[in-house]
Protein backbone atom coordinates (compact mmCIF):
# COMPACT_ATOMS: atom_id res chain seq x y z
CA UNK A 1 0.00 0.00 0.00
CA UNK A 2 1.44 3.50 -1.02
CA UNK A 3 1.50 6.18 1.51
CA UNK A 4 2.80 9.90 0.94
CA UNK A 5 2.58 11.48 4.28
CA UNK A 6 3.33 15.42 4.09
CA UNK A 7 4.57 17.77 6.84
CA UNK A 8 5.71 21.35 7.18
CA UNK A 9 2.53 23.17 6.18
CA UNK A 10 1.17 26.19 7.82
CA UNK A 11 0.94 29.88 8.30
CA UNK A 12 3.32 32.11 7.50
CA UNK A 13 4.33 36.08 6.26
CA UNK A 14 4.32 37.65 3.20
CA UNK A 15 8.11 37.11 2.20
CA UNK A 16 8.65 34.33 4.91
CA UNK A 17 9.68 30.53 4.57
CA UNK A 18 8.40 26.79 4.52
CA UNK A 19 10.05 23.70 3.85
CA UNK A 20 7.54 20.57 3.05
CA UNK A 21 8.53 17.51 3.44
CA UNK A 22 6.96 13.96 2.05
CA UNK A 23 7.68 10.97 3.71
CA UNK A 24 6.92 7.83 1.49
CA UNK A 25 6.70 4.13 1.98
CA UNK A 26 4.92 1.16 -0.27
CA UNK A 27 7.08 2.08 -3.77
CA UNK A 28 9.98 2.40 -5.11
CA UNK A 29 10.91 5.51 -4.12
CA UNK A 30 14.09 5.43 -6.33
CA UNK A 31 12.69 4.84 -9.73
CA UNK A 32 9.87 7.32 -8.92
CA UNK A 33 9.02 11.28 -10.43
CA UNK A 34 8.15 13.09 -7.39
CA UNK A 35 6.20 15.77 -7.55
CA UNK A 36 4.38 19.17 -5.14
CA UNK A 37 1.00 20.10 -6.85
CA UNK A 38 -0.68 22.90 -5.03
CA UNK A 39 -5.06 23.86 -5.24
CA UNK A 40 -6.00 27.03 -4.39
CA UNK A 41 -9.35 27.95 -3.49
CA UNK A 42 -11.55 27.89 -6.66
CA UNK A 43 -9.01 26.42 -8.76
CA UNK A 44 -7.63 23.56 -10.47
CA UNK A 45 -5.00 21.42 -9.79
CA UNK A 46 -1.64 22.52 -10.63
CA UNK A 47 2.00 21.14 -10.65
CA UNK A 48 4.41 22.98 -8.59
CA UNK A 49 7.69 21.15 -8.79
CA UNK A 50 8.89 17.72 -10.00
CA UNK A 51 11.93 15.70 -9.91
CA UNK A 52 12.59 12.78 -11.73
CA UNK A 53 14.34 9.57 -11.27
CA UNK A 54 17.81 11.11 -12.47
CA UNK A 55 16.77 14.35 -11.04
CA UNK A 56 15.60 16.25 -14.12
CA UNK A 57 13.90 19.47 -12.08
CA UNK A 58 10.56 21.30 -13.53
CA UNK A 59 9.34 23.78 -12.00
CA UNK A 60 5.93 25.85 -12.39
CA UNK A 61 6.25 29.69 -13.53
CA UNK A 62 5.26 31.02 -11.11
CA UNK A 63 7.23 29.45 -8.52
CA UNK A 64 10.70 29.48 -10.39
CA UNK A 65 13.53 31.39 -8.54
CA UNK A 66 11.78 30.84 -4.71
CA UNK A 67 11.20 27.25 -4.36
CA UNK A 68 13.13 24.10 -4.47
CA UNK A 69 12.56 20.62 -4.93
CA UNK A 70 14.98 17.91 -3.79
CA UNK A 71 15.00 14.50 -2.91
CA UNK A 72 16.41 11.77 -0.53
CA UNK A 73 16.42 8.53 -2.03
CA UNK A 74 17.80 6.61 1.18
CA UNK A 75 15.17 8.08 3.47
CA UNK A 76 12.34 7.92 1.14
CA UNK A 77 11.56 11.82 1.10
CA UNK A 78 11.09 14.64 -0.91
CA UNK A 79 11.44 18.07 0.05
CA UNK A 80 9.92 21.43 -1.34
CA UNK A 81 11.78 24.46 -0.25
CA UNK A 82 9.61 27.60 -0.30
CA UNK A 83 11.34 30.88 -0.09
CA UNK A 84 9.94 34.94 -0.57
CA UNK A 85 6.24 33.13 -0.11
CA UNK A 86 3.57 35.68 -1.62
CA UNK A 87 -0.29 35.57 -0.41
CA UNK A 88 -0.75 34.22 -4.02
CA UNK A 89 1.25 30.93 -2.64
CA UNK A 90 -1.83 30.10 -0.40
CA UNK A 91 -3.03 26.54 -1.45
CA UNK A 92 -4.00 23.00 -0.04
CA UNK A 93 0.14 21.48 -1.48
CA UNK A 94 -0.19 18.08 -2.44
CA UNK A 95 2.49 15.39 -2.70
CA UNK A 96 2.84 13.19 -5.78
CA UNK A 97 4.13 10.07 -6.64
CA UNK A 98 4.23 8.78 -10.35
CA UNK A 99 5.07 4.83 -11.08
CA UNK A 100 8.02 4.78 -13.25
CA UNK A 101 6.21 1.36 -14.79
CA UNK A 102 3.01 2.68 -15.45
CA UNK A 103 2.74 6.17 -14.62
CA UNK A 104 0.28 5.86 -12.08
CA UNK A 105 -0.12 8.93 -9.39
CA UNK A 106 -0.28 8.67 -5.76
CA UNK A 107 -1.23 11.43 -3.53
CA UNK A 108 -0.52 12.28 -0.13
CA UNK A 109 -3.71 14.01 1.94
CA UNK A 110 -2.41 17.24 1.34
CA UNK A 111 -1.74 20.57 3.78
CA UNK A 112 -2.59 24.16 3.51
CA UNK A 113 -0.35 26.48 3.45
CA UNK A 114 -1.14 29.98 4.19
CA UNK A 115 0.19 33.19 3.22
CA UNK A 116 -0.91 36.28 5.01
CA UNK A 117 -0.18 39.57 3.55
Known amino acids: QVQLVESGGGLVQTGGSLRRSCAAS????????MAWYRQAPGKQRELVAA???????HYADSVKGRFTISRENAKNLVFLQMNTLKPEDTAVYYC???????????WGRGTKVTVSS
Open 26 to 33: GIFFSTAT
Open 96 to 106: NSRRSYDNRDF
Open 51 to 57: ITSDYSI
